[in-house]
Every structure is written in C-alpha cells, then in structure tokens.
C-alpha cells in the first residue's frame, strides 16, 4: 500500500528496503535478492515518480515519430498486411507482404492517444474512435499522432495528479503489453526502435554515478536533447528542458581551453588572401617573415591591410608602392631589442603598455614604450638635480 507521497505505480528505490527484507536484516545488499523494496517518492505535483514523469513525457513526445516510423516500415501504398502465411503468386504487380503488427501498432496507439484528445477537448467519445486509414502514409500517421500527444502534454501536469487519469495514461504510454491485448507507445518504441545518432556523456549518470548516460539530438527543430542511462540496473531519463534546463549544463560538453571567442579582427587564411587581394601563399611567406602576425591559422586583419599594395593615382606617375608593414617580434626578440629582461617585457604587458597578440607584440610599440620610460627615469632625474 501506498500513500499520496510515493509513486502509485508502485516503484521502488534502488537499493533502499524495508526493515523485514531479506537484504535490511541481513546487513547486505545482495541485488539477487531484492534491489529494493522500500516506495520511491513521487515527484512535486503528481502522484507518479521522477522517472515515471519524464519517460511518459517522453514517449508522448515520441509517438509521432514512432508511429511514422511504423508506417514508413510498413509503405502502405506498396505492401499489404498478413499474419504470418504468405501466398505465392505468379502476378508480378502485387504488393510486398509486410507484418500485420505494423499496421495493427500504430492503429493502436493513434487511436489512443485520439481518445484522450477527444476527452480532454470535452468531445463525446465515440463508440469507437477511428484510428489510421488503411492507406496512411508515414506524414499522415506522424501528424495524427503528434497533434493527439500535443493535447495531452498540454494538460500533462493536471493529468500527473489525477490518480485514475495518471493510471489511464501510463497504461496507454508506458505500461508493456507486447501487443496483447493491444500495443502500447512503449511496445511499439522497444519493438521498432527509432535509429538515431547519439553519444556517451562524459558525466556521471545522477541516479547509479556511471559513465553509461546516453545523449540523443532533438528528433525536431527546437526540440529538447533527450538523455537516458543505459545500465541494467538503472532507469533514469530526462531531457534538456527538465528541471529548468538543469541537465543541459550539467551534460553539456565542455570546449577545449585553448577555444576562445571568435575575434573579427582575426582573419581566416582565405579572408586575408582576399582582403590583401594576393594569393594565399603570400600571406603564408609574409606571415612566415613575421610581417603579419598569426594565432591558430588566423592572420592580423591590421598587418593583412598593410601589407596590401596602394596605387598612387596621380597622372605623372604609375608607380605602385607597398606600406612597409609593421614587425611582429617575439617577447624574447623585442626584449633583446630594447635591452630590456623579459620579466620587464611581461610587466609592461600586466600593465597594459603594450598589446601582446599570438605570443607576439609590435615592433614600434615596444621602442616607443621603452623610449617613454627612459624619458621618464632623465626627467625624474632631472628636478632631483
């Protein structure tokens, strides 16, 4: 028996028992003899637990593409329904046989999920709520049960503390009857999975602290990414929007450190060629002779730019000019330069005397800020004397 705070599903905790089980008076946790016993708590408003929650939430978000995938399998235009005994014949034009069981699934859950949008729009329900027709392509039979499910996700919450509506819902979604007497969305996900792309979380799973979390990409534009521990011995599920977008950060993968923000002033090797109106070779060769200074295979938009030749459009001449462009030097290199230590050089850096980019810092910059501190140091001299 339970009571309004545990799941009326009956669900039990993992590894949390009675004092009367075998495993409590024992003093072990033997998984062979009970892997728990003692009632989960249900969720915040509702009267089903956290994973009874958000798995029916998501096979409701799922039975649009389950029941396209049942239909896209089966291609009604071109195939028609048996039961197992497959008639020979000679008539080349005839249709490929294909499973009853496709055609039987989805009409089961479409008409379902139609009879709980017909309750809860307050629509009399008929005497039998018409399911797909019998020529239902794969779009059809995914909008017919994508609208239904929008209906009842609408409603969801109020329906989550409903104990007779909550029961009514997870026989239909998440109860398992392989078919007999009638197929449910989880029978039809598990007997036709959906192929998708995926992978393994780098975080631990919340619920059994294993690397066995699975991420899945949204199944549609906007939709939220789907993620669902893969142990045997745990069924904790969840998406992007749960919990306030809880687990979008906590899945979230991490960006190598060195990855910084795009900085428009860095260009690519293509942009720079461009830009220069050269080729890119010579940006590699002017790059290479510390003319244009590089970061990660991007060019200084500022040395691209000075580098690029100028046509002088006087009428006496036509003579073309180049800007001498501007030299990048190491902190070792403009050290030497100045006659400075490099310890000096990353003072004048923490101070923001000088802009050091890629490693490296501009020639005149560094002799400018160097003759400014000399002409410092002889004034100060200067009024002592």
């Given amino acids: 028996m339970t009571d309004d705070r ?16 075998p495993n409590a008076r024992a003093g072990h946790d033997d998984p062979t003899v009970c892997r728990g016993c003692a009632p989960r708590p249900a969720a915040d408003g509702a009267l089903i637990c956290e994973p009874c929650r958000r798995t029916i939430r998501r096979l409701l978000e799922d039975a649009g593409d389950a029941v396209g995938h049942l239909r896209s399998i089966a291609d009604p235009t071109k195939a028609r329904a048996f039961d197992g005994v497959v008639v020979q014949s000679s008539r080349p034009d005839l249709p490929a046989p294909v499973a009853a069981d496709l055609i039987t699934a989805s009409d089961d859950v479409v008409r379902a999920l139609r009879s709980w949008e017909y309750i809860l729009g307050g629509d009399v329900l008929p005497p039998r709520v018409p399911g797909l027709g019998a020529g239902a392509d794969a779009a059809t039979a995914h ?6 499910a929008e209906v009842i996700l609408e409603q969801f919450d109020a329906i989550a503390n409903d104990r007779d509506s909550i029961l009514a819902l997870a026989a239909i979604t998440i109860d398992r009857n392989g078919g007999d007497p009638y197929w449910t969305v989880a029978d039809v996900v598990a007997r036709w999975p959906l192929e998708e792309r995926g992978r393994t979380a780098d975080a631990l799973c919340p619920e059994c602290n294993l690397r066995s979390v699975r991420i899945s990409p949204p199944r549609r534009r906007g939709g939220p990414e789907r993620y669902a521990c893969l142990s045997d011995s745990c069924d904790w599920v969840a998406t992007s929007d749960d919990d306030g977008g809880l687990w979008a ?13 795009h900085d428009p002033r860095w260009l690519t090797l293509a942009e720079a060629a461009r830009r220069a109106e050269c080729t890119t070779g010579t940006i590699r060769r002017r790059a290479r002779r510390g003319l244009i200074a590089t970061d990660a295979g991007r060019y200084w938009a500022a040395d691209v730019d000075a580098s690029k030749p100028v ?27 100045v006659g400075r230590s490099l310890r000096a050089l ?26 400014r501190k000399a002409a410092a140091r002889s004034a100060g001299g200067s009024r002592s004397g």
């Fill in 6 to 21: 545990s799941c009326i599903r009956g669900c039990t905790t993992k590894d949390a028992h009675w004092a009367a089980c």
């Fill in 143 to 148: 909008a017919a049960a994508h609208a239904s």
């Fill in 249 to 261: 950060g906590y899945f979230a993968e991490e960006p190598p450190e060195d990855v910084r923000a």
């Fill in 311 to 337: 046509t002088d459009t006087a009428p006496s001449t036509d003579v073309t000019t180049r800007r001498a462009p501007e030299r990048w030097l190491t902190l070792a290199e403009a050290a030497a330069l």
């Fill in 346 to 371: 990353q003072t004048w850096k923490r101070a923001g005397d000088i802009a050091v980019l890629a490693g490296r810092v501009r020639e005149s910059e560094v002799i400018a800020v160097r003759d």
